[in-house]
């Protein structure tokens, strides 16, 4: 299967002058295929947000090679129309965006620039809705009156009413009370299965990519360091600190029960695996 997305070599410098000034990215190669769910980790500075806005044709590479379905497009402008058109981008704090005066005229504001039947933009207002976990109840209430937790669910409703192949999201549990956070994130999955959307997912929180994705790309000051599953990743403590990156928390839970004479074995990287284990250690929970 080809990827959807790939690029080769990538690179980009703030500066238009000199590459090798304000370089976020170097040389940096990945791909996604149809229906991913990808981690993208990394230390503030690393190029995580850069790659991000790249992906999403709001950037120009500086350098590099955009393939999108398989065929190669070498001209950069032409590639960041063609990922507009495919990608979708909720930023750090979406809430920040909502600026209709309805629930519903913000979720439909993507779907109407396109040009679209009014019947085709209730359509995707109702199943993005549906989707993001956005009840019809608050289609009529100011986005600005709600809940952290449900503007952040409007602000993804609106990007998914554009029906994009791809969507990627910066941060998006930033700031949420736990309950909202699981919530959120059971939707992207929600989402990536009934839709067969790729999903990519940057944060900084160890433990939702340990638990959400399927594999992750870390980068460290611009350079991809690696690109495996979560065990892979996760296994390599000692390089992940030398990223400025740590273990998700229950896996140094776990080295500590070790350490103490527990021997539950040491690649156990999220909450369930840990309880399913120690759970069988002794011999309860049947």
């Known amino acids: 299967m080809s990827n959807i997305i790939e690029v080769k070599n990538l690179s980009y410098s703030y500066s238009a002058d000199n590459l090798a000034k304000d370089t976020a990215l170097v040389n940096v190669s990945f791909g996604f295929e149809q229906g991913e769910f990808i981690g993208i980790a990394?230390?503030?500075?690393?190029?995580?947000?850069?790659?991000?806005?790249?992906?999403a044709g709001l950037l120009t590479p500086s350098e590099g090679r955009i393939f999108i379905d398989g065929e190669e497009i070498e001209d950069y402008k032409e590639a960041c129309r063609a990922l507009r058109r495919r990608v979708g981008i909720v930023f750090q704090y979406?809430?920040?965006?909502?600026?209709?005066?309805?629930?519903?005229?913000?979720?439909a504001f993507g779907p109407k620039n396109k040009g679209l039947s009014e019947e085709e933009i209730d359509r995707c207002v109702r199943k993005s809705a549906l989707l993001a976990g956005v009840g019809e109840e608050l289609f009529e209430a100011s986005p600005f009156e709600l809940s952290g937790g449900q503007k952040r669910r409007v602000a993804?409703?609106?990007?998914?009413?554009?029906?994009?192949?791809v969507l990627i999201l910066d941060e998006p549990a930033a700031g949420l009370d736990p309950k909202s956070k699981h919530r959120l994130l059971k939707e992207l999955h929600k989402i990536q299965k009934e839709e067969n959307t790729t999903?990519?997912?940057i944060s900084h929180s160890m433990e939702d990519l340990s638990e959400h994705a399927q594999r992750i790309i870390v980068l460290n000051h611009g350079v991809k360091f690696k690109d495996a599953?979560?065990?892979?990743?996760?296994s390599s403590q000692k390089a992940l600190k030398e990223c400025?990156?740590?273990?998700?928390?229950?896996?140094q839970v776990v080295s500590l029960l070790n350490s103490g004479g527990m021997n539950i074995g040491s690649d156990i990287f999220t909450l369930k695996e840990a309880y399913d284990t120690i759970t069988q250690k002794l011999g309860v929970g049947k």
């Open 229 to 234: 599953s979560p065990k892979e990743i996760f």
């Open 94 to 107: 979406p809430e920040h965006q909502l600026f209709e005066e309805t629930v519903y005229k913000d979720i």
């Open 244 to 251: 400025g990156l740590e273990i998700p928390e229950i896996a």
């Open 42 to 55: 990394g230390h503030t500075g690393s190029g995580k947000s850069t790659v991000a806005q790249i992906l």
């Open 156 to 165: 993804i409703a609106g990007v998914l009413a554009t029906e994009p192949k």
């Open 199 to 201: 999903i990519i997912l």
